[in-house]
């Protein structure tokens, strides 16, 4: 069992849809938590950082931690085409803070 | 947030001939660099973990031989590519970390070896 699990999708929404994107992870000491939204051809660029539980709101964007179900989840409000790009979903070791698991992405596409 | 650069972008070379990426944080100090590389359609894949000043950590099945990483200073790592072999032609990302928890990706470069 992969430390991050993601479903790789393709996810098609149309514009305007709430997006939802998912992770499960395996280990219940993981504490940090991060998306990377990744555009073609491009380096992966941090969108949302959480600590532990809960929400964490950024316009849009809302990432939310659920530790009881080991379930990582962002939502994007107000879906544009310019959101279609690879969402990746990563942790962060407790034990090396060098060691980071990444999901394989989730890859969304927002149709005009 | 935290800026990477790399350069070059993109590069096409000769099999044979061996190929330097530079890595550069740009407004904070990478105490830990690390070099992933991703094939089309594929997640990313660590190649390795350097801290500034000590020798690079390769993952499983990296040839260190053929994948030297230099982290000389805390803004700065390069990656050579010796005797480049068209199964070495893919894209070659880094990503830098500071005091932070997290780390903050360049914007990759394309290897092309013919």
């Known amino acids: 069992q992969k430390e991050v699990e993601q479903d790789p999708g393709p996810l098609s929404v149309p514009e305007g849809a709430i997006v939802s994107l998912n992770c499960t992870y395996s280990?219940?000491?993981?504490?940090?938590f991060m998306w990377y939204r990744q555009y073609s051809r491009k380096g992966p660029e941090l969108l949302m950082y959480?600590?532990?539980?809960g929400n964490k709101e950024d316009g849009r964007f809302t990432a939310q931690v659920d530790k009881s179900s080991k379930y990582i989840s962002l939502f994007i409000r107000d879906s544009q085409p310019s959101d279609s790009a690879t969402y990746l979903c990563?942790?962060?070791?407790?034990?090396?803070?060098?060691?980071?698991?990444f999901g394989s992405g989730t890859k969304l596409n927002v149709k005009p | 947030g935290a800026v990477v650069s790399q350069h070059p972008s993109w590069v096409i070379c000769k099999s044979g001939t061996s190929v330097k990426i530079e890595c550069r944080s740009l407004d904070f100090q990478a105490t830990t660099m690390f070099w992933y590389r991703q094939f089309p359609k594929q997640s990313l894949m660590l190649m390795a973990t350097s801290n500034e000043g000590s020798k690079a950590t390769y993952e499983q099945g990296v040839e260190k031989d053929k994948f030297l990483i230099n982290h000389a200073s805390l803004t700065l790592s390069t990656l050579t590519v010796t005797s480049a072999h068209p199964e070495d032609s893919s894209f070659y990302i880094c990503s830098g970390m500071g005091g932070g928890e997290t780390q903050y990706f360049g914007p990759g470069t394309r290897l092309l070896v013919l």
């Open positions: 280990n219940s000491a993981f504490q940090y």
């Open positions: 959480t600590y532990s539980s």
């Open positions: 990563a942790s962060r070791a407790p034990y090396n803070f060098n060691k980071f698991y």
